[in-house]
């Protein structure tokens, strides 16, 4: 079984910051790839920031340098730091992550955690 949690989700004024964490349990052999998406209401489901197991991070054009994505592969965790949080960045934000599960399987399944709410509002 693997899971995704979230947390660090809150309500925040604008130019604050938080920084959100996912935790990803299970019998696993690899985590690939790790990322944050978030949807606000009435509006699709968006990439927020990406980072693939070499390292390689991949950003939402809207971040603006804003958001800064991190991982530990020892822990399988994936950080979030948000600052200059803009009241157009509230949603709920999701973890992702693309896991191998067996070392004879080279498939990569996808995986959601059950989101985060973050409201940045004055």
């Known amino acids: 079984q693997v899971q995704l949690v979230e947390s660090g989700g809150g309500l925040v004024q604008p130019g604050g910051s938080l920084r959100l964490s996912c935790a990803v349990s299970?019998?696993?052999?690899?985590?690939?790839?790790m990322a944050w998406y978030r949807q606000a209401p009435g509006k699709q489901r968006e990439l927020v920031a990406q980072?693939?197991?070499?390292?390689?991070?991949n950003y939402g054009e809207f971040v603006k340098g804003r958001f800064t994505i991190s991982r530990d592969n020892a822990k399988n965790t994936v950080d979030l730091q948000m600052n200059s949080l803009k009241p157009e960045d509230t949603a709920v934000y999701y973890c992702?992550?693309?896991?191998?599960?067996?070392?004879?399987?080279?498939?990569?399944?996808?995986?959601w955690g059950q989101g985060t709410q973050v409201t940045v509002s004055s």
């Open positions: 992702n992550a693309g896991i191998q599960l067996r070392r004879w399987s080279t498939i990569v399944n996808n995986y």
């Open positions: 299970g019998s696993i052999f690899s985590v690939k790839v």
């Open positions: 980072i693939i197991s070499g390292g390689m991070t």
